[in-house]
Nanobody
Framework: QVQLVQSGGGLVQPGGSLRLSCVAT????????MGWYRQAPGKEREVVAS???????NYADSVKGRFTISRDNAKNTVYLQMNSLKPEDTAVYYC???????WGQGTQVTVSS
């Protein structure tokens, strides 16, 4: 089993930046692909970005060029750097581990002036 603990998020003005972090503990040797999802009020949860241990990242079209997913395997941590934030990026963000289908606890990101 894998446990995911998130940090980061908060309130930012449009055009601002935030970074989310997600630390994995437990059966971390099994971790391969990880990702970030988000869920806005009244909407379904959607994938934002994903990354394999040794592969290229993938992004939703809505965040390409603005968000960057990265991972530090030595620290068992995955990051989501969010730049040029827009009000429509407002959502609860979750990290996800694909092998065990484990979710982080979620963190609120609010983009508003």
């Amino acid at each position: 089993q894998v446990q995911l603990v998130q940090s980061g998020g908060g309130l930012v003005q449009p055009g601002g930046s935030l970074r989310l972090s997600c630390v994995a503990t437990g059966s971390i040797f099994s971790i391969n692909a990880m990702g970030w999802y988000r869920q806005a009020p009244g909407k379904e949860r959607e994938v934002v970005a994903s990354i394999y241990r040794g592969g290229s990242p993938n992004y939703a079209d809505s965040v390409k060029g603005r968000f960057t997913i990265s991972r530090d395997n030595a620290k068992n941590t995955v990051y989501l750097q969010m730049n040029s934030l827009k009000p429509e990026d407002t959502a609860v963000y979750y990290c996800y581990e694909y092998g065990t289908r484990s979710w982080g606890q979620g963190t609120q990101v609010t983009v508003s002036s």
